[in-house]
């Protein structure tokens, strides 16, 4: 999760500095309220898209390394590269139950976060509904608009337009021109922009960009209705308008008419640029952006596959897990263990197979090419486990079981990486056990 977060942070940001940069100055604000959402959705969507075709590398580790095999109910033993240890099993879920990770205080911080900025946002919402109930409701047929006591100008929310009641005292076509912008922000439907925005906050508000991401957003949604009135009436009188009206408070979910850059909004309805220059300039930028997005969409698919995946590859055949696993035992020869704290009881032990965890309802591959020879339904305490046996090249076979689902069905020939089955859910617990045998030899599957 929080590699998706971050990797989703990195992209959006990306976009939004060349936004800044390269678009900002383009001018063509239609365009850019479309790349300012696009660019949202395609930084939450791009982390999830996985590209088959990229060869991954695998990750070398020692499976020797460390290994928890289950001697009885009271004690595992422990087996490290350096060390053997026994520990009881109160011990060992006392170890494997730490709260106080840091990767815990970093899931507390974030929930914190998103609670506190939802919090936030039903506020804003609250008072705008309340400011609703102490206006007065101007009887105009063609416009939902509310006299408000508010230091606000005058926004828009939805279809409705909040207005301060001192407006009243300006001129007729001042009015008419107030109203003229917050109509067309509600023709535009700024507002589900906005609140598209608020929500995008909500979760990604640890991005240092997110608040002035919102920020370029409302200003573009001005320079919109400045372009769009300004064809219609004169360029002076709507900017002297805007410098009367220059508000100083706004809510964050809303447009305000005059609280957005009004310097910057004069100077462009002054020298406006030729709709040919601007169309020109904007597409000649798009071949970059599709080359950054593939650019991004390679790299964040090599990153994951080396993060999720610990072997998909050994010598002769792939791993039964694609991603998103933990091995949580490894394979063993039989081995006698002299337990010299307990008046030296001597232990067998023995693991000839892997004990792979993964999330609920995993896809379980061939590891290569064969044929299906048995797939069996073993009841354990009234849940039913399935075993699958492939029969595989050069006399190797290997068995998968505690399957749930088995998507195959016996002497069908399988390819290596087909989806054979899937695991389980909670109940079930979602693990599998896998075992590689040579002339009906079990051997270890990492090195094989």
């Known amino acids: 999760m929080f590699r998706y977060l971050i990797e989703a ?7 939004y500095l060349i936004y800044i940069y390269v678009f900002n100055k383009y001018l063509y604000f239609e365009w850019n309220r ?3 959402i696009s660019i949202v959705v395609i930084s939450v969507i791009l982390p999830l898209i996985k590209i088959d075709w990229i060869t991954t590398s695998s990750l070398k580790f020692n499976p020797n390394d460390i290994l928890f095999v289950n001697l009885d109910d009271e004690q595992f033993f422990v087996k490290t590269s350096q ?4 520990f009881s099993t109160v011990y060992l879920k006392f170890s494997q139950n730490k709260y106080f990770t840091i990767f815990n205080l970093l899931i507390v911080i974030y929930i914190s976060g998103i609670l506190r900025q939802t919090i936030v946002f039903i506020n804003n919402l609250i008072s705008i509904k309340k400011l609703e109930k102490s206006s007065i409701k101007s009887e105009n047929k063609k416009h939902q608009i509310y006299l408000t006591n508010s230091k606000i100008t005058a926004f828009s929310f939805f279809e409705k337009i909040f207005v301060n009641k001192n407006y009243e005292n300006l001129k007729t076509a001042e009015q008419q021109q107030i109203i003229e912008h917050e109509n067309i922000h509600v023709k535009q439907k700024h507002t589900l922009d906005n609140l598209f925005f608020e929500i995008v906050n909500i979760f990604f508000w640890f991005n240092p960009f997110i608040k002035k991401l919102k920020k370029s957003v409302k200003e573009n949604h001005e320079f919109i209705v400045d372009k769009i009135l300004t064809k219609q009436d004169s360029r002076y009188n709507y900017s002297f308008l805007m410098v009367k009206l220059v508000a100083k408070k706004s809510v964050p979910i809303i ?7 009004v310097k910057s909004r004069i100077k462009l309805l002054s020298n406006p640029e030729k709709e040919r220059i601007k169309k020109i300039r904007f597409v000649s930028t798009i071949p970059i952006l599709l080359l950054l997005i593939f650019t991004f969409l390679f790299t964040l698919n090599i990153v994951n596959n080396s993060f999720n995946t ?8 792939i791993f039964p897990i694609e991603n998103n696993y933990t091995i949580a035992g490894y394979y063993i020869e039989t081995q006698t263990i002299t337990d010299k704290a307990n008046k030296n009881i001597k232990y067998k032990i023995s693991h000839k197979k892997i004990t792979i965890q993964t999330e609920n309802f995993t896809k379980v591959l061939a ?11 073993i009841n354990d305490w009234g849940l039913n486990e399935i075993k699958i046996t492939i029969k595989l090249k050069n006399n190797y076979k290997v068995i998968y079981e505690k399957l749930a689902e088995v998507l195959v069905t016996e002497n069908q020939k399988v390819k290596t990486g087909q989806t054979i089955g899937k695991t389980g859910d909670k109940r079930l617990y979602p693990t599998i056990d896998y075992q590689l045998l040579l ?3 079990a051997i270890n599957p990492l090195e094989n």
Not at 9 to 15: A, E, G, Q
Not at 83 to 86: A, G, N, P, R, Y
Not at 367 to 377: A, F, Q, R, S, V
């Open 9 to 15: 942070t990195i992209v959006l940001s990306t976009f």
């Open 34 to 36: 479309f790349f300012l």
């Open 83 to 86: 060390k053997q240890f026994f």
């Open 255 to 261: 447009n305000n008419f005059s609280d957005s850059k």
């Open 310 to 317: 610990k072997a998909i590859k050994t010598n002769k055949f």
């Open 367 to 377: 590891i290569g090419n064969g044929k299906i020879l048995t797939i069996d339904t």
């Open 439 to 441: 002339n009906e030899k």
